[in-house]
């Protein structure tokens, strides 16, 4: 009688990262079903763009999470971001949407949430390149950027059409697009730079990323 093959036991690692998923996509459900009833209540018709939007992104990350590994922190990054764009266009501040409010002086939050969201992109960029055992060089910083500026630029389209099917969308006109555009660039640069440099995200590779062609 053969012996039963049994399956090797997760790992730590494996086990935690599974947890954090679950912890990830629970939050994220909670967060665009209570919008969606917020919408609802409040008449909102750009709820519905909205949470489409969140789901479909969220099953991009959910790919891409399968063929990297994103790291806990970098996974709730991107979380926060989700909340905060559905937030953006969908809670209202005294009858207006939360992307009109001014957060720093004049400065809307619209603009310091395109800064942050891209932030973010950006670091979940540049630890995705790093998984996938690229050498961990100032180019790679640059290009986890530059995607996540595309990755920005990608947003903008998304919006114009949006803008197309709500009337009030809270997207703005040209000049709107373009200073998304800029504040999109500087957070794409400040967030690379500060993942390239942190110990955390050095941390999170640990003998597995090379760099000057030896291990850490």
């Given at each position: 009688?053969?012996?039963?093959?049994?399956?090797?036991?997760?790992?730590?690692?494996?086990?935690?990262?599974?947890?954090?998923?679950?912890?990830?996509?629970?939050?994220?459900?909670?967060?665009?079903?209570?919008?969606?009833?917020?919408?609802?209540?409040?008449?909102?018709?750009?709820?519905?763009?909205?949470?489409?939007?969140?789901?479909?992104?969220?099953?991009?990350?959910?790919?891409?999470h399968r063929s990297?590994?994103?790291?806990?922190?970098?996974?709730?990054?991107?979380?926060?971001?989700?909340?905060?764009?559905?937030?953006?266009?969908?809670?209202?501040?005294?009858?207006?949407?939360?992307?009109?409010?001014?957060?720093?002086?004049?400065?809307?939050?619209?603009?310091?949430?395109?800064?942050?969201?891209?932030?973010?992109?950006?670091?979940?960029?540049?630890?995705?390149?790093?998984?996938?055992?690229?050498?961990?060089?100032?180019?790679?910083?640059?290009?986890?950027?530059?995607?996540?500026?595309?990755?920005?630029?990608?947003?903008?389209v998304v919006e114009?059409?949006?803008?197309?099917?709500?009337?009030?969308?809270?997207?703005?006109?040209?000049?709107?697009?373009?200073?998304?555009?800029?504040?999109?660039?500087?957070?794409?640069a400040v967030g690379?730079?500060?993942?390239?440099?942190?110990?955390?995200?050095?941390?999170?590779?640990?003998?597995?990323?090379?760099?000057?062609?030896?291990?850490?």
């Amino acid at each position: 009688m053969t012996a039963t093959k049994r399956l090797p036991a997760p790992t730590t690692k494996t086990s935690r990262s599974h947890s954090s998923v679950r912890r990830v996509l629970v939050v994220l459900a909670s967060a665009v079903v209570g919008f969606l009833i917020y919408g609802v209540a409040v008449d909102s018709f750009s709820v519905t763009y909205y949470a489409l939007i969140t789901v479909i992104l969220a099953g991009v990350v959910a790919l891409l999470h399968r063929s990297v590994g994103f790291t806990a922190a970098v996974l709730w990054g991107l979380t926060c971001v989700a909340i905060g764009n559905i937030a953006g266009g969908v809670l209202l501040v005294n009858g207006s949407p939360l992307y009109e409010l001014p957060v720093l002086g004049s400065i809307r939050y619209d603009k310091v949430f395109h800064a942050i969201a891209t932030g973010v992109v950006a670091w979940a960029f540049l630890e995705a390149l790093g998984n996938w055992g690229l050498r961990r060089t100032p180019i790679l910083g640059f290009s986890a950027a530059m995607m996540a500026i595309g990755a920005g630029a990608l947003v903008e389209v998304v919006e114009y059409f949006g803008s197309l099917l709500i009337e009030n969308d809270s997207v703005g006109g040209y000049t709107n697009n373009m200073q998304d555009l800029i504040v999109n660039t500087v957070g794409a640069a400040v967030g690379a730079s500060w993942a390239y440099r942190s110990q955390e995200y050095r941390l999170a590779f640990g003998t597995g990323f090379v760099e000057s062609g030896h291990t850490d």
